[in-house]
């Protein structure tokens, strides 16, 4: 799984760097913050499911993950709204984030197989 904690740390930095390339304006501050915010955090939370006490504890970071990526996209639908439509990189980084989102679905459900198969 270190190709999704490198996609994920990417994802973190293409959403900050399409943050700094929006125009400064109170408007756009609050959901840059956010993107920011939950992009990165899909990242740590990968992160911290690598380290999992438990299958449980596992699962529940997943779970995180897979809200943050969830806003991540949120947000980018946002912006799409009202920057570019033509905008490939918001494009691009939306198809990432439902890429990683399957991804993170994927992997909770067959944490969930196998903690099941595992209480038997």
């Not at 904690?5 to 756009?28: G, H, I, M, Q």
């Not at 691009?92 to 196998?114: G, R």
Request: net charge positive.
């Amino acid at each position: 799984m270190q190709d999704l904690k490198l996609r994920t740390k990417r994802f973190a930095v293409d959403c900050w760097k399409l943050c700094k390339k929006n125009p400064k304006s109170r408007e756009y501050d609050a959901w840059e913050r956010q993107l920011i915010r939950c992009s990165s955090s899909a990242g740590a939370n990968y992160r911290a499911s690598q380290r999992a006490k438990s299958k449980a504890d596992f699962i529940n970071k997943l779970k995180i993950v897979e809200e943050e990526a969830d806003k991540s996209i949120y947000c980018l639908e946002l912006f799409e709204e009202v920057l570019d439509p033509g905008e490939n990189e918001i494009k691009q980084l939306k198809k990432e984030a439902n890429e990683l989102l399957a991804l993170i679905v994927a992997s909770i459900k067959t944490a969930w197989k196998n903690k099941d198969k595992q209480n038997r």
